[in-house]
């Protein structure tokens, strides 16, 4: 296929177009910018080069001179949404609290580009806007006593934390949008059937556990708790 290289190549290390000819028509901005649109309106299996192309008003073929691999789509795509986090000039000083607040900021990206979550990997963190979030987050804990893998086992624990609950509260609310019933309706009679389970007696500690504490569960204590028992674990 047209542009796409013989050996394993990061994107960021390609010309902005490969081989000869006019002025490219667009930047990787501008695709990456289309993607995300598509991935934002119709969720990330709707993105393809050829719905990218038609938002672009381009040939599909065309892109790959740009983007060979989609793959280095999915990245140039990570990489806009990363560079929505608002970084303060200079960290705060307090590491714990910095963290949080960058936990939270992620948090609330995830749930503007449900997409994002199925996206985080490794693979995805050589960019220019994921390396200078990286290279803040160090900043902060720059007066944490740790070694440098541990802080990235920290950043990499925070983050997981952050994706999988932000994965949930996603997956849930899809779920809720999709059910012929409203959401209500779906709680009571999941509830009432799990009343009539713990009545029988069969399920002693969870009975016990219910009269101790019968909900509702509130989601934010529960996301600042898992993220507090990470940094507490970190701590010196």
């Keep these: 296929m ?26 990787r901005a501008d695709i990456a910018a289309a993607a995300v649109r598509i991935a934002d309106a119709e969720g990330l299996d709707a993105v393809s ?10 040939g599909t073929m065309s892109l790959y001179n740009y983007v060979p691999r989609k793959e280095d789509l999915y ?16 960290p705060s000083g307090d590491w714990r609290a910095d963290m949080t607040a960058l936990a939270h900021q992620a948090r609330a990206m995830m749930h503007r580009h449900t997409w994002v979550p199925r996206l985080m990997s490794p693979v995805y963190g050589f960019s220019p806007n994921v390396l200078a979030y990286m290279e803040y987050t160090l900043s ?12 990235m ?7 997981g934390v952050v994706t999988t609950y932000t994965a949930n509260e996603i997956a849930t609310a899809e779920r809720s949008r999709s059910l012929p019933w409203t959401e209500e309706q779906e709680h009571a009679a999941r509830t ?7 009545m029988t007696g069969k399920y002693p500690r969870l009975a016990a556990g219910f009269a101790e504490d019968s909900g509702p ?3 934010e204590g529960v996301f600042d708790r898992a993220l507090g028992r990470v940094l507490d674990s970190f701590e010196r």
Excluded: H, T
């Design 217 to 219: 569960i509130d989601l």
């Design 49 to 58: 080069m050829r719905k990218v192309a038609a938002e672009l008003g381009c």
């Design 140 to 151: 902060i804990l720059d007066g944490l006593d740790a070694r440098f893998g541990e802080k």
């Design 192 to 198: 009432n059937y799990l009343i009539s389970q713990i």
């Design 2 to 27: 047209a542009g796409r290289p013989p050996v394993p190549e990061v994107i960021w290390a390609r010309p902005e177009r490969a081989g000869r000819g006019p002025k490219p028509a667009f930047s």
């Design 75 to 90: 990245e140039l795509m990570l990489d806009v949404v990363s560079g929505g986090y608002d970084l303060p000039e200079k």
């Design 153 to 159: 086992e920290l950043i990499a624990m925070v983050n």
